[in-house]
């Protein structure tokens, strides 16, 4: 199931005016294919993530989550949408201190109404998927930052979601391990099926991406392949 984006416009109120973060943005992306959408601070990149995960109504144009047309959805409909299809990677892992890596998985899961004994062979199995299987039973304060990432993005596909919106995953990561959770995203993105978008502003990693996209000015051009 893929994402689409279809000529979406987005203003957001500029004194007496409006301000334009995304102009007339189309972007399609395929089950099991990772976009990367690069662009410098302000162009629009994290309104689009906010847009794609329904988040934020745009003003015009369309937006279809796992063939799913949003724009006549309600807050409920669009919440429960959120909940079964979309997985989202936040640039801070927001970890809850007191739970163990294996127990932010599962609260995911209870989350949507899933029994426990489901929840805990998805998590394991979901922790194993991220490299993390030693480590299950670990807190935050006692994971590194890298492996505190993966924990964030092992969560974010515990309800299988169709889409993955990732924001910026490596911008606290050292080149290695920022390497790495690429490496991990794009594997788990054609394994899993997933469509996914990854917005960053560093272009370091981006070889691992099926495409890229840049963002300047609310607008959006493919690139090349890198
Ligand atoms: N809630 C808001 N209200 C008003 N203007 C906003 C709001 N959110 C973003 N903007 C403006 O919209 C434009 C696009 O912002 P956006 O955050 O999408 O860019 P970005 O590429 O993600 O930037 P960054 O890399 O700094 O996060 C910017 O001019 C920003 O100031």
């Known amino acids: 199931m893929s994402l689409l984006l279809d000529h979406v416009t987005l203003t957001y109120p500029d004194g007496d005016g409006r301000l334009t973060a995304l102009d007339a943005v189309s972007l399609e992306v395929p089950a099991g294919s990772l976009a990367a959408v690069v662009g410098p601070s302000g162009s629009g990149k994290s309104s689009l993530l906010a847009v794609a995960a329904t988040l934020v109504t745009p003003d015009s144009g369309r937006v279809v989550v796992a063939g799913t047309e949003t724009s ?92 993955l919106l990732v924001d910026e995953p490596t911008s606290a990561l050292d080149h ?40 300047r000015d609310g607008r959006i051009t493919e690139e090349a392949r890198v």
């Open 72 to 163: 006549s959805l309600g807050p409920a409909q669009k919440a429960e949408l959120r909940r079964e299809t979309v997985g989202i990677v936040f640039q801070q892992p927001n970890l809850l201190p007191s739970l163990t890596a294996v127990e932010q998985l599962q609260v995911m899961a209870h989350l949507s109404g899933r029994t426990s004994r489901m929840a805990r062979e998805r998590a394991g199995e979901l922790l194993d998927a991220v490299g993390l299987a030693a480590q299950a039973h670990r807190r935050p304060h006692q994971l590194s930052g890298g492996q505190r990432q993966r924990v964030n993005i092992a969560r974010a596909l515990m309800n299988e979601p169709s889409v």
């Open 176 to 215: 290695e391990r920022g390497a790495a959770v690429m490496e991990l995203l794009a594997g788990l993105t054609a394994e899993r099926g997933t469509a996914t978008v990854l917005v960053t502003h560093d272009r370091t990693h981006l070889d691992r991406a099926d495409r890229v996209v840049t963002v």
